[in-house]
């Protein structure tokens, strides 16, 4: 078994000593180097190899949050747990949900602490955890310290700028962007570099939601323009001309009794596709779609699979296929079809269509 290192950082002397003394039965899992600040802890992060550091926020000299702006760019995968006596139940909660920071309140319960920093420790080791500094997280930090100050935040190629006063968010800025609009699109940004300087220069504010609303509604913002890349990139490649050609097929199958057919991307309810293409009903069905998948899930009851029929009135049908980012719904006469054509020659042939067209 090897050895960690665990690096904790606080400007009490005694509190060290005792959690050095406390934290020896756990020598065979790991082994505690301390520093009494920021800038103590750097220079034992630059000359060890550290595993997990547990930092204090308020220190002399330099403290946790110069600290942690410093690892997000020269050590993001190192994991940390935060230490402090000015926190909430709400407040660590919110910060649990953030990411990658554990935190716990003083005075420290020893047995606790051993605890987060094995958890720690573990969860570091395992391929699908999240290393490094979130900005989420670290800026419900500042919050809850009340602290003034300007982050300058780097991510790539984009620069931005978030200004707080005791703790609140007054304005954000990124190119000519600002307000809102800059602050929902900083705080979703991976991989970030922070630089911290304690002045303000804002004095109006031009921030209009809450903090932990803008964190919400900024990942809210990036999921949905991620998965929308994501369907634009399949779109790119699927060959829209072959699906055409199914539809072709399959309308001279059914006959009359077609009436509409769409393709459409769940994401958006954008029809691909079609045959006397109705937006509106694609749109219905995409919602009604999600809402009854949501029910099932929700019921535990036995998931969907391949599509679902409904009967509808004025002799209507309604048959929904689904693949993965994309549904084909098809509006049927109930009178003129055929259940054993519909379900037998012309799904199969829609499905291997369709799968045939993503992948051409």
Same mark, same amino acid.
């Given at each position: 078994?090897?050895?960690?290192?665990?690096?904790?950082?606080?400007?009490?002397?005694?509190?060290?000593?005792?959690?050095?003394?406390?934290?020896?039965?756990?020598?065979?899992?790991?082994?505690?180097?301390?520093?009494?600040?920021?800038?103590?802890?750097?220079?034992?992060?630059?000359?060890?190899?550290?595993?997990?550091?547990?930092?204090?926020?308020?220190?002399?000299?330099?403290?946790?949050?110069?600290?942690?702006?410093?690892?997000?760019?020269?050590?993001?995968?190192?994991?940390?747990?935060?230490?402090?006596?000015?926190?909430?139940?709400?407040?660590?909660?919110?910060?649990?949900?953030?990411?990658?920071?554990?935190?716990?309140?003083?005075?420290?319960?020893?047995?606790?602490?051993?605890?987060?920093?094995?958890?720690?420790?573990?969860?570091?080791?395992?391929?699908?955890?999240?290393?490094?500094?979130?900005?989420?997280?670290?800026?419900?930090?500042?919050?809850?310290?009340?602290?003034?100050?300007?982050?300058?935040?780097?991510?790539?190629?984009?620069?931005?700028?978030?200004?707080? /006063?005791?703790? @609140?968010?007054?304005?954000?800025? !990124?190119? &000519?962007? =600002? +307000?809102?609009?800059?602050? #929902?699109?900083?705080?979703?940004?991976?991989? /970030?570099?922070? @630089?911290?300087?304690?002045?303000? !220069?804002? &004095?109006? =504010? +031009?921030?209009?939601?809450? #903090?932990?609303?803008?964190?919400?509604?900024?990942?809210?913002?990036?999921?949905?323009?991620?998965?929308?890349?994501?369907?634009?990139?399949?779109?790119?490649?699927?060959?829209?001309?072959?699906?055409?050609?199914?539809?072709?097929?399959?309308?001279?199958?059914?006959?009359?009794?077609?009436?509409?057919?769409?393709?459409?991307?769940?994401?958006?309810?954008?029809?691909?596709?079609?045959?006397?293409?109705?937006?509106?009903?694609?749109?219905?069905?995409?919602?009604?779609?999600?809402?009854?998948?949501?029910?099932?899930?929700?019921?535990?009851?036995?998931?969907?699979?391949?599509?679902?029929?409904?009967?509808?009135?004025?002799?209507?049908?309604?048959?929904?296929?689904?693949?993965?980012?994309?549904?084909?719904?098809?509006?049927?006469?109930?009178?003129?079809?055929?259940?054993?054509?519909?379900?037998?020659?012309?799904?199969?042939?829609?499905?291997?269509?369709?799968?045939?067209?993503?992948?051409?």
């Amino acid at each position: 078994m090897v050895v960690k290192n665990i690096l904790i950082v606080d400007d009490e002397k005694p509190f060290l000593l005792s959690l050095t003394d406390g934290l020896a039965a756990y020598a065979e899992e790991f082994t505690v180097v301390t520093a009494l600040n920021g800038k103590e802890a750097i220079k034992v992060l630059d000359s060890s190899e550290i595993d997990l550091v547990v930092t204090d926020l308020r220190m002399p000299t330099m403290d946790g949050f110069e600290l942690l702006a410093h690892m997000s760019s020269n050590y993001p995968g190192i994991p940390v747990i935060v230490m402090t006596a000015y926190g909430t139940p709400a407040i660590e909660e919110r910060l649990q949900k953030m990411g990658t920071f554990q935190y716990l309140e003083k005075p420290l319960d020893l047995n606790i602490l051993a605890d987060k920093i094995t958890d720690a420790l573990e969860s570091s080791s395992s391929p699908d955890h999240l290393h490094g500094i979130t900005l989420a997280a670290f800026l419900q930090l500042l919050e809850m310290e009340s602290k003034t100050c300007t982050l300058t935040v780097q991510s790539q190629d984009k620069e931005g700028c978030l200004y707080f /006063v005791k703790g @609140e968010l007054m304005q954000a800025e !990124t190119g &000519k962007v =600002k +307000g809102d609009e800059a602050a #929902l699109d900083i705080v979703a940004w991976e991989n /970030v570099a922070i @630089e911290i300087q304690y002045v303000c !220069t804002v &004095k109006k =504010k +031009g921030i209009g939601m809450p #903090l932990a609303e803008i964190l919400m509604e900024g990942f809210r913002l990036k999921d949905e323009k991620n998965e929308k890349e994501s369907v634009a990139e399949k779109e790119e490649k699927m060959d829209v001309k072959k699906l055409n050609g199914i539809i072709k097929e399959i309308k001279e199958d059914l006959g009359e009794a077609l009436i509409s057919t769409d393709i459409w991307a769940t994401a958006d309810g954008q029809t691909l596709a079609g045959f006397n293409s109705n937006a509106k009903a694609a749109a219905l069905l995409n919602r009604v779609g999600q809402q009854f998948i949501d029910a099932i899930t929700g019921a535990k009851f036995h998931a969907l699979d391949k599509y679902y029929i409904l009967d509808l009135q004025d002799n209507k049908l309604v048959i929904c296929l689904m693949f993965p980012d994309y549904w084909w719904g098809m509006l049927l006469d109930s009178d003129k079809v055929q259940l054993g054509l519909l379900l037998n020659v012309v799904v199969p042939k829609a499905m291997d269509g369709f799968n045939t067209a993503v992948s051409a």
